[in-house]
């Protein structure tokens, strides 16, 4: 097991395979407010070995021109091999919630980008887009829309299938939560395939709302999810080659 850096890190008891996410972190660029899918942003690679305190992190984060809140971000998440099943590298980011200052940053992060851009609403998908996106909703001013697993809406719902990196699953809005010609954000933790944003993005253009960016804390790109959008641009944070 390598050493984790993040000292939040030491109240946790750790299964034995955890392992130190190594993540490329991206630069932030600035928001596209037309609809256009953004180009992949220059990446540098950061190794939580390299980087033994928190001081060292934001010293080489800012020599590079990278947002210095990022590598403490990325070091904050845990991957844990074979969960829920064989293969699967888990990106398991309740440890970044665990940590104060990396989650506060997070959110910062997010709202520094989208306050002021005429976003109405912050559409957040199940489950982990429920932890994101409502303080994004609440600090710039727009509602939060649930993009909710089935069944779970006691509304009128509209609805949208989609394929996971393990399994199918649908999700569903309430009908009414959002007017044509409101302007959205999608919010989620992580793209893997792309599916899940794919669908929220569906069922969000079929009741005429425009999709100013998706925003994740992670990315695969291994498993090019970001080609699943459309025109509908990406925003992440971190880059996980541990797909
Ligand atoms: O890009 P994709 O391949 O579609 O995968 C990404 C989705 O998978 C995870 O959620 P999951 O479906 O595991 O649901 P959960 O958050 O309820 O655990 C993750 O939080 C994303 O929503
Ligand atoms: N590798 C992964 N880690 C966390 N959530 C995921 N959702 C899909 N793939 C995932």
Redesign the pocket.
């Known amino acids: 097991m390598q050493s984790i850096i993040c000292s939040h890190h030491l109240c946790l008891a750790p299964p034995p395979t955890v392992l130190c996410n190594r993540l490329l972190c991206h630069r932030v660029p600035s928001i596209r407010l037309t609809n256009h899918r953004s180009a992949t942003t220059s990446l540098r690679l950061f190794t939580c070995a390299a980087a033994s305190k928190k001081s060292e992190i934001m010293a080489a984060a800012k020599e590079d021109g990278q947002d210095p809140r990022i590598p403490k971000i990325a070091s904050s998440i845990r991957v844990i091999p074979d969960f829920p099943k064989p293969g699967i590298m888990f990106q398991d980011i309740t440890t970044l919630l665990l940590d104060t200052e990396a989650f506060k940053d997070t959110i910062d992060i997010f709202v520094e980008r989208y306050k002021g851009k005429g976003i109405s609403v912050v559409a957040g998908?199940?489950?982990?887009?429920f932890i994101f996106g409502p303080p994004i909703a609440l600090a710039i001013g727009a509602k939060f829309v649930p993009m909710r697993?089935p069944k779970k809406l006691p509304g009128k719902v509209i609805s949208e299938e989609?394929s996971?990196?393990y399994g199918t699953?649908k999700i569903e809005m309430h009908v009414g939560a959002v007017e044509p010609g409101e302007r959205a954000i999608i919010i989620?933790?992580?793209?893997?395939?792309?599916?899940?944003?794919a669908a929220a993005i569906r069922l969000l253009e079929r009741v005429g709302v425009k999709i100013v960016e998706c925003a994740c804390v992670i990315e695969l790109p291994e498993?090019k999810?970001r080609e699943k959008l459309g025109d509908a641009p990406l925003f992440i944070l971190v880059t996980s080659d541990a797909a």
């Open positions: 998908v199940e489950a982990r887009g697993k989609y996971l990196e699953d989620d933790d992580l793209i893997a395939t792309g599916g899940t944003l498993l999810g």
